[in-house]
C-alpha cells in the first residue's frame, strides 16, 4: 500500500513537472491575434487563412526556440464584429494580429489598431485604403488597383478576348477598386469594354446584369468579386447557355467549396492567384502534402496567405528581437522597421514591403480543371 502510494505521488509530481512546462511555454510564447470570417458568407476565405496560420504555428513550435500562439477570432465579415474580435485579442494580450481577412472589417480594425499602436497584417484585405495614412498596417496580398491592372494586361497579353464584359459589386470598396484600374488599364491597352454592369451586397437574382453580357457579345466576363455572388452568375450564365470565358481575382478562390455548388458550372474560370497548388516548388509541395494530412483538403490562396504571414511575422520576430515581454506598442515600432528589410520566399511568392505597407511580388494565373485549380499553361 505504502509503495502505491508512493507511485502515484511520483506519477502526480511527473504530472506537475509537465503542467508546469506547458504553463511556462505558454507564459513564453509571442502571442499573436487572428481575424477572419469563420462563419457566414465569407467564411471559405477565414477558415482557409485560420487552417494555414494553425499549420505554420505548429512547424514552427516544433523547431523548438521561438514559441508563437495563435487566437483566431471570428469577424463573420461584419465590421462591427470585427472591431468586438479585436477587442478581444487586445485583452487577451495579443502583441500583433493576422487581419482582417477581408477589407471592410480591415479597415474599421485598422483604425483602431492605429490608434493603439497594434501591428497588423493582413492576408487579404487588398484595399489601398486599409493601408492609407496607415504606418501600422501591411498587406501580404496584391492591392486592388494591382489586381485590375495586372488581370487586364494579362488578359490582352494572352490574346483571351477581344470583346471583354465586367460585372462587379458597386457597394464594395474591394470590387470597385479593382473594377476601376482594370477599367483604366483596359483602355490603355485597347481592350473593347462591350458592358459594364452593377449589383449590391443584397442581389441574389443576376439575370439582368448577365442578359446585358450576352447580348453585348461578351467573350470575356471579368468578375472581380467574392466567390458567392461569382457562383449565382455562373448559375444563371448556365441556365441561360452563355460559355464566355470567366475570368476572377483573388475574392473568385473559393468558390470551389460552397456547399452545394456544382463544381462543373466553374470548368474553365481564370483567375489571378499568387498562389497555385500544383506548383512543382519544394516549398508548394510540402505545404500541400502537411495541408492535406492536417485538414483533408487541398489548400487555396488563402491559405497559403494564412501560411505565410505566420512565416513572415516569425522572420520579423527573429529579426527584430521581439519577446513575449515586448508590449504590442514596443512591437509595434519594431515591427514597421523590420518588415522594410525583409525579403521572404513563401508559398505566395518572393515578397518585400514598401515603407506604405504594400507588398511586391508577381502574380500567376490559374485554370479550374476538373473541379480543382491547375496552372494556365497557354
Known amino acids: 500500500m505504502k509503495c502505491g502510494k508512493t507511485l502515484v505521488a511520483m506519477i502526480l509530481a511527473i504530472v506537475m513537472v509537465f503542467s508546469m512546462a506547458s504553463i511556462a511555454m505558454a507564459e513564453d510564447a509571442i502571442k499573436i491575434g487572428l481575424i477572419g470570417p469563420m462563419t457566414g458568407a465569407a467564411a471559405s476565405y477565414g477558415t482557409s487563412v485560420k487552417q494555414g496560420a494553425e499549420l505554420a504555428v505548429q512547424e514552427i513550435n516544433a523547431l523548438g526556440g521561438i514559441q508563437l500562439e495563435l487566437n483566431p477570432q471570428d469577424d463573420e465579415h461584419d465590421a462591427e464584429k470585427s472591431v468586438n474580435a479585436y477587442n478581444t485579442l487586445w485583452d487577451w494580450g495579443a502583441q500583433m494580429i493576422i487581419g482582417s481577412v477581408t477589407t471592410t472589417p480591415c479597415l474599421a480594425v485598422g483604425a483602431e489598431a492605429f490608434n493603439d499602436r497594434m501591428f497588423l497584417l493582413t492576408p487579404s484585405a487588398s484595399s489601398t485604403d486599409v493601408i492609407k495614412d496607415k504606418d501600422n498596417v501591411y498587406q501580404l496580398c496584391f492591392t486592388d488597383p494591382a489586381q485590375g491592372a495586372a488581370s487586364a494586361q494579362y488578359i490582352a497579353d494572352k490574346n483571351l478576348a477581344t470583346k471583354v464584359a465586367v460585372i462587379y459589386n458597386n457597394a464594395d470598396a474591394y470590387s470597385t477598386g479593382i473594377y476601376q484600374t482594370f477599367d483604366a488599364k483596359a483602355k490603355e491597352l485597347g481592350l473593347e469594354v462591350v458592358s459594364t454592369t452593377t449589383f449590391t451586397d443584397d442581389t441574389t437574382d443576376f439575370s439582368v446584369q448577365v442578359t446585358t453580357v450576352k447580348e453585348a457579345g461578351a467573350e470575356l466576363v471579368f468578375l472581380p468579386i467574392y466567390y458567392t455572388p461569382a457562383s449565382m452568375i455562373l448559375q444563371q450564365a448556365n441556365t441561360m447557355g452563355y460559355a464566355p470565358i470567366f475570368f476572377g481575382v483573388d475574392g473568385m478562390d473559393g468558390i470551389l467549396n460552397i456547399e452545394g455548388f456544382d463544381t462543373s458550372l466553374a470548368e474553365g474560370v481564370m483567375l489571378l492567384t499568387p498562389f ?38 516569425y522572420a520579423a520576430i527573429q529579426k527584430a528581437g521581439i519577446t513575449s515581454e515586448t508590449s504590442p506598442e514596443e512591437a509595434c515600432d519594431l515591427l ?31 485554370q479550374i480543371e476538373n473541379g480543382v485549380y491547375v496552372g494556365y499553361a497557354n
Open 276 to 313: 497555385s497548388a500544383d506548383a512543382t516548388d519544394e516549398l508548394t509541395v510540402n505545404f500541400v502534402t502537411a495541408y492535406k494530412e492536417a485538414y483533408d483538403a487541398t489548400p487555396d490562396q488563402f491559405a497559403a496567405d494564412g501560411y505565410d504571414c505566420v512565416y513572415t511575422l
Open 336 to 366: 514597421i522597421a523590420t518588415m522594410q528589410e525583409l525579403e521572404i520566399t513563401g508559398v505566395t511568392g518572393t515578397m518585400t514591403w514598401s515603407a506604405t505597407g504594400e507588398v511586391t511580388k508577381t502574380p500567376t494565373a490559374v
